[in-house]
């Protein structure tokens, strides 16, 4: 016997879409979990927005309010995909209102904020995911296997990048995204978020660090009506970009491995270039985003001209065989939110958390405060436990 779970979407721009479309695929990928989600309702401020996403995908109610979902008795499930200035109200408003809530990153504008959010979470007795779906891809569930193994030996440093073009249009829309009081820190909580949640998933902890960040696009054109994702603007009354457009951080893990992160919202002749090398006292192991399902790995006991092999990933890695039956065929960024969405229907089927948490949000938001720190103070900062 399958039950349903009322789920409802706040938010419906791109993000809102592929959690919706991450729940209408998971009976196909896991037909024999115990919940089956069923499209409630959408809500979305932008007038016409909801109504045309619950024609396109079959929710059976659209609002412009997002109160009315919390109210809603037909909901036990919440992907909350709104802006981040929103993320704090509510989230804690559809945890107390004894939601579940999938929530994408960075869960607000500052670790206080992620702090409250995880905290109703906790006092409501709920479920909480977060959206960093990195680490969901079978081939980073591989290394992370591999480093806590000892393969590679002891660690000793890693360079995480996420280097990507979105914004380096000068014409690109002054949205929310680039105001600080909206859109928080930035490519720091867009992209160093991510790379904060694979270095503390791979590595472990981060003890301390010290960052550099820049805007290299001061100013950029509002918009004239709604957008959605990355739109131009030209023409319109320019303004000012207020947060950064580059991070570069130096880590220090507890465990005594160093790093670097490195992340850059406009670079140009760059497309979704994510990725991370760890190196060890005896190999490596390297993944790169755009070659979602391979790793690259050296180990042995040659030290010197040690060759490196790419290693495919297949069934029998992560949640590979829900997607495919044989190594080397291709998954895609849409199938680790599907896996992000089986593991948080999961958590709320048996009760207990599977995949990212509030905490992992919590301690993500931590690095990124630090680096917003470190960068006024130019000096190393200690990263908060939580």
Same mark, same amino acid.
């Given at each position: 016997?399958?039950? =349903? /779970?009322?789920?409802?979407?706040?938010?419906?721009?791109?993000?809102?879409? *592929?959690?919706?479309?991450?729940? @209408?695929? /998971?009976?196909?990928?896991?037909?024999?979990l115990p919940l089956r989600p069923r499209l409630i309702t959408v809500a979305e401020e932008v007038p016409g927005w909801a109504e045309e996403a619950a024609a396109q995908?079959?929710?059976?109610?659209?609002?412009?309010?997002?109160?009315?979902?919390?109210?809603?008795?037909? *909901?036990?499930?919440?992907?909350?995909?709104?802006?981040?200035?929103?993320?704090? %109200?509510?989230?804690?408003?559809?945890?107390?209102?004894?939601?579940?809530?999938?929530?994408?990153?960075?869960?607000?504008? #500052?670790?206080?904020?992620?702090?409250?959010?995880?905290?109703?979470?906790?006092?409501?007795? *709920? $479920?909480?995911?977060?959206?960093? &779906?990195?680490? &969901? @891809?079978?081939?980073?569930?591989?290394?992370?296997?591999?480093?806590?193994?000892? =393969?590679?030996?002891?660690?000793?440093?890693?360079?995480?990048?996420?280097?990507?073009?979105?914004?380096?249009?000068?014409?690109?829309? /002054? #949205?929310w995204r680039y105001e600080r009081a909206r859109g928080g820190s930035g490519v720091l909580g867009d992209l160093a978020s991510h790379g904060a949640d694979l270095a503390?998933? /791979?590595?472990? =902890?981060?003890?301390?660090? #010290?960052?550099?960040?820049?805007?290299?696009?001061? %100013?950029?054109?509002?918009?004239?009506?709604?957008?959605?994702?990355?739109?131009?603007?030209?023409?319109?009354?320019?303004?000012?970009?207020? &947060? =950064?457009?580059?991070? &570069?951080?130096?880590?220090?893990?507890?465990?005594?491995?160093?790093?670097?992160? %490195?992340?850059?919202?406009?670079s140009v002749g760059e497309q979704n270039n994510y990725g991370f090398e760890v190196h060890g006292t005896k190999g490596a192991v390297c993944w790169d985003f755009r070659?979602?399902?391979?790793?690259?790995?050296?180990?042995?006991?040659?030290?010197?001209?040690?060759?490196?092999? #790419?290693?495919?990933?297949?069934?029998?890695?992560?949640?590979?065989?829900?997607? $495919?039956?044989?190594?080397?065929?291709?998954?895609?960024?849409?199938?680790?939110?599907?896996?992000?969405?089986?593991?948080? *229907?999961?958590?709320?089927?048996?009760?207990?958390?599977?995949?990212?948490?509030?905490?992992?949000?919590?301690?993500?938001?931590?690095?990124?405060?630090?680096?917003?720190?470190?960068?006024?103070?130019?000096?190393?900062?200690?990263? %908060?436990?939580?």
């Amino acid at each position: 016997m399958v039950d =349903e /779970l009322g789920v409802a979407v706040v938010g419906f721009g791109w993000m809102g879409r *592929v959690h919706t479309q991450a729940y @209408a695929r /998971l009976p196909h990928h896991y037909p024999h979990l115990p919940l089956r989600p069923r499209l409630i309702t959408v809500a979305e401020e932008v007038p016409g927005w909801a109504e045309e996403a619950a024609a396109q995908f079959g929710f059976v109610s659209a609002t412009r309010d997002w109160r009315e979902v919390a109210a809603d008795p037909r *909901v036990r499930a919440v992907s909350i995909t709104a802006p981040n200035f929103l993320h704090r %109200e509510i989230g804690v408003a559809m945890a107390e209102a004894g939601k579940h809530i999938w929530i994408e990153k960075p869960v607000g504008l #500052t670790a206080g904020d992620a702090r409250a959010v995880a905290d109703a979470v906790a006092k409501a007795g *709920v $479920q909480g995911a977060v959206g960093f &779906n990195y680490r &969901n @891809a079978p081939a980073v569930e591989a290394a992370r296997e591999l480093i806590a193994s000892g =393969e590679i030996g002891r660690v000793t440093h890693v360079r995480i990048r996420l280097f990507s073009d979105y914004a380096a249009h000068p014409d690109g829309a /002054l #949205t929310w995204r680039y105001e600080r009081a909206r859109g928080g820190s930035g490519v720091l909580g867009d992209l160093a978020s991510h790379g904060a949640d694979l270095a503390r998933f /791979l590595l472990g =902890e981060i003890a301390s660090l #010290t960052a550099d960040t820049a805007i290299f696009l001061p %100013e950029r054109a509002r918009p004239t009506g709604a957008t959605a994702g990355h739109t131009l603007a030209a023409g319109g009354e320019r303004g000012p970009v207020e &947060n =950064e457009d580059y991070v &570069n951080c130096l880590l220090r893990f507890a465990s005594g491995a160093r790093g670097v992160l %490195e992340a850059c919202r406009v670079s140009v002749g760059e497309q979704n270039n994510y990725g991370f090398e760890v190196h060890g006292t005896k190999g490596a192991v390297c993944w790169d985003f755009r070659r979602l399902n391979e790793l690259a790995v050296s180990r042995g006991a040659a030290y010197q001209d040690q060759p490196v092999s #790419t290693v495919f990933v297949g069934p029998g890695t992560g949640e590979f065989a829900a997607f $495919q039956p044989g190594a080397a065929n291709a998954m895609g960024y849409d199938d680790l939110k599907v896996i992000e969405a089986y593991r948080f *229907v999961r958590s709320v089927a048996e009760g207990v958390p599977y995949g990212t948490t509030l905490t992992d949000a919590v301690r993500s938001a931590a690095a990124l405060d630090a680096m917003t720190l470190a960068a006024q103070r130019k000096t190393w900062v200690d990263v %908060e436990a939580g």
